[in-house]
């Protein structure tokens, strides 16, 4: 089992901890051992949906009897009245994992929907809508997987996968050059091929990664005009270099900063605020 895959299992286990603890005393209480019954997942708000494939994972772990048909895949434009699937099985089975399906398909198909949104803005540019580490703990491989859903892509999953290089990380080594030569000789020396970001402020920082030389160069905090320039600066001496431009950026001014040449846009408010797409999962 990859780390994805055991990131997943372990969610879903730690998710049924919390949630049923020594048993869900009402559902054992009012429902027979023997009763059968049928459900489906509504939707109740325009959208894109997300979270089926987990939905099926969350069914499958906590009973094995239970029979999902599915009728609308991941990725699809949604509408009040649909039904995604519908579910059949043990009643107090369907009764103990309605929540956490739930709460996994409203928080994963929120965030496709709002990537969806924001990479429309982009139409027609070379630009691309890319995901934070700014996640809700515990859930971020969902969250990621729900952004290129809706049709973003991921930066990197977490600290382990890609060097980025922050304002702290610079001041705190004694300058870019300082700290892209200490990422490059850690990776050297542990045999690893990471990419290498840098994130730069102004544009003697630019040129000072330019020198040293990095994958990629993070813009932050730059105006449209200012990003501008600075592509224009970065193209002219290395082409090869991934520009990348972030820092409150909104979907209001998302366009101008892909219309200034940046190969991404990265956006927090993919995943750190969303609000959930209204679903239910009811008797049918």
């Known amino acids: ?125 070379k630009c691309k809508v890319l995901d934070t580490r700014k996640t809700t703990p515990g859930m971020r491989i969902l969250e990621k997987d729900a952004v290129k859903i809706g049709g973003g892509h991921n930066h990197r999953i977490g600290l382990f996968d890609m060097i980025l290089i922050k304002d702290n990380h610079v001041d705190f080594a004694g300058g870019i050059t300082a700290a892209v030569n200490k990422a490059k ?23 000072e990664a330019l020198a040293v030389g990095v994958d990629r160069i993070m813009l932050d905090n730059f105006t449209p005009e200012r990003t501008a320039e600075a592509v224009k600066l970065i193209r002219s001496v290395n082409p090869a270099v991934e520009i990348e431009s972030s820092g409150g950026i909104t979907i209001d001014t998302l366009r101008s900063y892909g219309e200034a040449g940046v190969d991404f846009i990265s956006v927090g408010a993919l995943t750190h605020s969303v609000k959930g797409l209204d679903l239910s999962f009811k008797h049918c």
Do not use: W
Request: glycine share 8%; net charge negative.
């Open 1 to 125: 089992m990859d780390t994805r895959e055991k990131l997943i299992d372990d969610l879903i286990a730690l998710s049924f901890a919390e949630d049923i603890g020594d048993g869900d005393h009402t559902t054992l209480s009012t429902i027979g051992p023997d009763e059968m019954g049928r459900q489906h997942l509504l939707v109740k708000e325009e959208g894109i949906l997300a979270g089926v494939d987990i939905a099926r994972r969350v069914f499958e772990r906590f009973d094995p009897s239970l029979k999902m048909t599915v009728y609308i895949e991941d990725g699809a434009h949604v509408k009040p009245g649909d039904i995604a699937f519908v579910v059949e099985g043990p009643v107090r089975s369907l009764l103990q994992t309605e929540r956490l399906m739930l709460n996994i398909m409203q928080r994963m198909s929120g965030i496709a929907t709002v990537t969806a949104k924001y990479q429309d803005k982009l139409a027609g540019l």
């Open 185 to 207: 000789e850690y990776c050297k020396e542990r045999g690893k091929d990471l990419r290498i970001e840098v994130e730069v402020r102004n544009t003697d920082e630019i040129n």
